[in-house]
């Protein structure tokens, strides 16, 4: 059980982060400007409807990708924490990073008449980077399915925020401001980092034990395990010096 809330505990951060729905307002507002307020709730909700599934359909079935591609955990824990690092150094650069969205794609969906499905359920909120975290994410619970609730809780948890801050999106741009904004990103982007970091790491032991099993093992092992000190016996003293010692005590 303990296993399962701390996966949760990881998963719902690291997924709300890199979806960023904060983030999402400024565009949100702009791809939207316009609208009646009940088209504002409408485009909101289909285009996290479409975003949690698209992630929940890659958070199920990755494991076929991987199979199908040839493509091993580690390495797509550590392509998954890259690009994760770059998303962060974006945000926290408090600008919009461009593994999600270009600027000539904002522009596009400035003029399109349906903004729900493309850019805003994809890419903007279900990425590359969102996908891969919750690929990344199921693999790291294992295969028992028990232990892909807390990653699923925490996707459907995310967009249901997601939900919320879209369809009060004046309201939050009101409140926070754009300085406001640009340090929530900050303070998400420092933390999606350090998660980011994580990935890289994980995923570089998984590679090395799969490269060596034994040796890396052996060497994690060692690693582990506090050196013994060992003490070396005592010498036997010289022939000579026994001798004396013995006509002494006689």
């Known amino acids: 059980m303990s296993e399962q809330v701390s996966l949760f505990l990881v998963s719902l951060p690291a997924v709300l982060f890199v979806v960023d729905p904060v983030g999402v307002v400024p565009i949100f507002l702009a791809m939207t400007s316009g609208y009646s307020a009940e088209r504002i709730r409408s485009t909101a909700r289909r285009a996290c409807l479409v975003a949690c599934s698209l992630l929940l359909f890659f958070a199920l079935f990755g494991g076929i990708i991987f199979k199908v591609f040839g493509v091993s955990l580690g390495a797509f824990r550590v392509a998954g924490g890259i690009l994760l690092l770059i998303t962060s150094l974006d945000m926290l650069r408090a600008r919009p990073s461009e593994t999600r969205t270009t600027p000539s794609e904002t522009e596009e969906g400035v003029g399109k008449e349906d903004v729900a499905l493309v850019p805003l359920a ?85 590679l090395l034990r799969e490269k060596s099993p034994s040796a890396v093992s052996q060497m994690l092992d060692a690693a582990q395990t506090p050196s013994r000190l060992r003490t070396a016996p005592l010498a036997s003293p010289p022939r000579d010096i026994r001798s004396g010692l013995a006509r002494c005590a006689s």
């Open 122 to 206: 994809m890419p903007l909120l279900a990425g590359p980077g969102a996908i891969a975290t919750a690929m990344v994410l199921m693999a790291r619970g294992g295969d028992d399915l028990l232990s892909a609730v807390p990653v699923l809780v925490a996707i459907v948890l995310t967009f249901v925020t997601s939900y919320l801050v879209l369809r009060a999106a004046g309201f939050v741009q009101r409140v926070l401001k754009q300085s406001g904004v640009a340090i929530l990103e900050r303070v998400m982007g420092l933390i999606l980092a350090a998660i980011a970091v994580q990935f890289i790491a994980d995923g570089c032991k998984d």
